[in-house]
């Protein structure tokens, strides 16, 4: 069952490992000039994103086969009293989800030297048929912690430009990956400040009304989706 799109990949062990790696080789060869484009691109943004400082808090070092446990909480809010409340404050559910994050970001002391609240989200890029690996981009929002208390509409407001500005505008930090696959982790690790810029910042994610096919993945109601 489920939807089985055809991405053009050859079938697992229809080519001989000699017929596959000279395909691949050709098709790299094919990508050069996007990589070329990509390397181009990605210096400027480099160049502009580079942190004048180092950041505050930094996290302690790890090894590679280290592994880390991070606090985790779950909070199941009924959907009507949550939209309730963001309509009582102005907002809608996006807008509370926002203010929900600036709070914890606040209480966790990742407030900016003026008080406020950055806030980081991705935000889906894929349309009906797109078969990329990186259909995502993202913008920042800036929220007063304080203010989102008692009011929601300036918060709704610049998500609501954020999410304009997005659709019209390509984001800088797309041009640059395709070079992704030659690009070392420990690079990229280097490199989280491109993308979520200085000083502190609190990554929001929101996915919205989720479809009820989706908490059904064995074919069976799901009991509790977290």
Known sequence: ???????????????????????????????????????????????????????????????????????????????????????????????LVAAFAARLGFNMGQSRPDGSVLLNFPVGDRGEGDARANALTGMSVTADPV????DLAPIRASLKAGLKEVATTPSDLLAPLPLAPFTPKRLVRRLEWIVLGQGPVVGCSNMGDIPEVLTQLDGTPAAHFL
């Open 147 to 150: 203010q989102v208390l008692t």
């Open 1 to 95: 069952g489920g939807v089985k799109a055809d991405l053009g990949y050859p079938r697992p062990h229809s080519r001989t490992r000699g017929r596959a790696l000279l395909e691949d080789i050709k098709a790299s060869y094919k990508s050069l000039s996007d990589v070329k484009a990509a390397v181009k691109a990605a210096l400027p943004v480099i160049r502009e994103g580079q942190p004048k400082s180092s950041r505050a808090v930094r996290p302690a070092k790890m090894l590679e086969t280290a592994t880390a446990i991070r606090p985790t909480v779950f909070a199941s809010v009924p959907a009507d009293a949550w939209d309730a409340r963001a309509k009582e404050l102005g907002g809608n559910s996006g807008a």
